[in-house]
């Protein structure tokens, strides 16, 4: 969205018609209806009682989609939900305004959408089964639950679109939309900790700048000082002798002694 002020005054009033939405509560004009409700929303209402009714009726087997399970949830209980939300705005303005990020429209949409698939699902199974084994299993409650959702869906999602209904949507007033439905934020990747630099083999590492506050030294090259005392000495053994005989003879470049070499002959 951009921040610049409009070079034209008349810009922000362009940009918000009366068919599309007001911005202040004293703009909102009544429209007219029946018995407190619009066209649209009393179409929703008796197309749903339809429905409501209907699914009490043996679907398959004897038994109603209300007795078969969870099966009920969504072609039946989510559209009830969505009826009952829309008839309780008109009596309480207030109250309830969405469903999650969803206003009541919005999840009315949704809630018949979804009933909607269930029963076109049920209508490909049936004729599915039709063409295979040549027997129909979706009566007649099923044909008119298919219809009714149908109806719902054409109320709800293409109604901005329709004429006689998309006067519902228009003059409405223009509010803030829930923070779950706000455009999401650009995503970068998280900037990585710079690592110091290893010191190369044979310099010694760079000062780190803390203070020395106990140095003890535990080993004089191949010499292991162990549990030596502070103060105190003790005699090298043949071991360390020849290992400090070694360590000087090659640092010095002599070679071993002739004796040494014929052992290692």
Request: glycine residues 10%; negative net charge; proline residues 8%.
């Amino acid at each position: 969205m951009s921040t610049d002020i409009p070079d034209n005054a008349d810009a922000e009033n362009e940009a918000f018609l009366d068919d599309d939405g007001v911005l202040y509560d004293e703009e909102v004009t009544p429209e007219f209806g029946i018995l407190g409700f619009t066209l649209r929303e009393l179409s929703i209402v008796g197309v749903w009682l339809i429905a409501f009714v209907v699914s009490f009726f043996p679907l398959t087997g004897g038994t109603s989609i209300w007795g078969a399970g969870i099966q009920w949830i969504l072609p039946i209980g989510v559209p009830t939900a969505a009826v009952f939300l829309l008839v309780l705005r008109r009596f309480s303005p207030d109250g309830i305004r969405r469903v999650g990020s969803l206003g009541i429209d919005q999840f009315a949409s949704v809630a018949f959408t979804v009933s909607a698939v269930t029963w076109i699902s049920a209508l490909w199974s049936s004729i599915a089964a039709a063409i295979e084994f040549g027997v129909w299993t979706l009566n007649w409650v099923g044909i008119v639950q298919l219809l009714a959702s149908l109806a719902l869906v054409a109320l709800t999602v293409f109604a901005p679109i329709i004429p006689g209904l998309k006067e519902d949507f228009h003059g409405r007033l223009v509010t803030l939309a829930h923070r779950n439905a706000n455009p999401v934020r650009p995503v970068i990747a998280r900037p990585r900790a710079e690592r110091p630099a290893r010191p190369h083999a044979g310099r010694p590492a760079p000062p780190v700048g803390h203070p020395v506050t106990e140095l003890v030294r535990r080993q004089f090259g191949p010499l292991h000082l162990g549990t030596l005392p502070v103060g105190k000495s003790r005699e090298l053994t043949k071991i360390e002798l020849g290992a400090l005989l070694t360590l000087s003879r090659r640092d010095s470049g002599v070679d071993a002694a002739p004796g040494q070499q014929q052992e290692n002959e």
